[in-house]
T-cell receptor
Framework: QKEVEQNSGPLSVPEGAIASLNCTYS??????FFWYRQYSGKSPELIMS????GDKEDGRFTAQLNKASQYVSLLIRDSQPSDSATYLC???????????FGKGNQVVVIP | SQTIHQWPATLVQPVGSPLSLECTVE??????LYWYRQAAGRGLQLLFY??????ISSEVPQNLSASRPQDRQFILSSKKLLLSDSGFYLC???????????FGQGTRLTVV
């Protein structure tokens, strides 16, 4: 099993709809979880960080963490064309300083 | 405020040539530093990370090496580049192992 897995293929959503992205991780004692957005040719930029079970909302973005099931998700409400990008999930394991990323999910918002 | 500088932005190098990419962080002390590589259309592969001067953890055995000669300086090197070394190289820093990381602008390396 990959350390951080994002399995879904490209996601196309109409403008104004909700985009839903999922990420699973293998290390049960992982402690911190992050979502990054990466535009083509640019470096990743942080969207959300989440550390405890439950939901965390920031504007149109909601991160959800379920440590028992080892998954973290990201919801983008009222999707805008500017949300078209690749979204990367990142996880830090307990006891070390590694920050591992999933392969990312491309989101395309259709006007 | 903290800033991270990474250069050059683009680089074209012949096979077999050496490589040196530099990353520096300003406005913080004793950051955790990271080097990632992103191949075209792929995710971020962790190459090296460092928690302090002279302390380097290697993730992928290959012809790359990293050094941290100063607290806020992280260098990625190769003695002889391979075609497979082409990619987008990203440096990142964070203040603590559980905090968010921030990335430099990246270096797009093409080995020809």
């Amino acid at each position: 099993q990959k350390e951080v897995e994002q399995n879904s293929g490209p996601l196309s959503v109409p403008e104004g709809a909700i985009a839903s992205l999922n990420c699973t991780y293998s290390d049960r004692v992982s402690q911190s979880f992050f979502w990054y957005r990466q535009y083509s040719g640019k470096s990743p930029e942080l969207i959300m960080s989440i550390y405890s079970n439950g939901d965390k909302e920031d504007g149109r973005f909601t991160a959800q963490l379920n440590k028992a099931s080892q998954y973290v998700s990201l919801l983008i409400r009222d999707s805008q064309p500017s949300d078209s990008a690749t979204y990367l999930c990142a996880v830090t394991s307990y006891g070390n300083n590694r920050l591992a990323f999933g392969k990312g999910n491309q989101v395309v918002v259709i006007p | 405020s903290q800033t991270i500088h990474q250069w050059p932005a683009t680089l074209v190098q012949p096979v077999g040539s050496p490589l040196s990419l530099e990353c520096t962080v300003e406005g913080t002390s004793n950051p955790n530093l990271y080097w990632y590589r992103q191949a075209a259309g792929r995710g971020l592969q962790l190459l090296f990370y460092s928690v302090g001067i002279g302390q380097i953890s290697s993730e992928v055995p290959q012809n790359l090496s990293a050094s941290r000669p100063q607290d806020r300086q992280f260098i990625l090197s190769s003695k002889k580049l391979l075609l497979s070394d082409s990619g987008f190289y990203l440096c990142a820093w964070r203040i603590h192992k559980n905090t968010e990381a921030f990335f430099g602008q990246g270096t797009r390396l093409t080995v020809v």
